[in-house]
């Protein structure tokens, strides 16, 4: 098998130099991040609040690490100290309570709103009616510890491309038709965060900038 060094490297040399790879290293142990951050790589991804604060505490402190699963917001005040990007905002009251615990920190806190393009109906994800009326509410605008850069989606888990490309795609439209018309100091969109291991392709075929790769660097998690 494969290096952890390998596989990162071979996979970067396919992704287009505007794309962003996050590193989706949850469940792997320190020593795995490590080689990986040796070989220069400074994004990485966790979903879950209690294996991220202990992984940021005990590692480099120039990780830039990425929040990508479901956040509560009884554990934003864990995470806003340091967090790099918070990808799965799919409320406004979570997003309003990232902004109360960023103030404390004195810090902008950079978001994406999750949204729901999946046919599943257990991901997470705001529709796009829940989308426009959080871009169109007045209070968006006092919230100036935080920033939002971008949107954030999974596709369904099937073996059917043409499914995965069509929601892939529905994602892009929404980013292009937010993109233009967003008016909020705080709402700056450069970040269309889509794709894994195993639908990467597609998404950057659909316009992604930012894919979230976990088990092809670092190998199948149990
Ligand atoms: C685990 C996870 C990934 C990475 O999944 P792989 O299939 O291992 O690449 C990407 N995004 C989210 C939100 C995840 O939870």
Known sequence: MNSITQQLEQLKATLPSDCTLVAVSKTKPNEDIMEAYNTGHRDFG???????????EQLPKDINWHMIGHLQRNKVKYIAPFVHLIHGVDTFKLLKEINKQAEKHDRIIECLLQIHIAAEETKFGLSEEELQSIL???????????????????????DDEGIVLKEFKSLKEIYDSVEKKSTHSNVK?????MG???????????????VRIGSTIFGHRN
Do not use: C, F, P
């Open 46 to 56: 966790e979903n879950k609040v209690q294996e991220l604060t202990t992984k940021a």
């Open 136 to 158: 169109e509410s007045k209070e968006l605008e006092s919230l100036q510890n935080v920033r939002i850069i971008g949107l954030m989606g999974m596709a369904t888990y099937t």
């Open 189 to 193: 969109l450069s970040t269309l965060s």
């Open 196 to 210: 894994m291991s195993g639908d990467y392709k597609i998404a950057l075929e659909a316009g992604s900038n930012m």
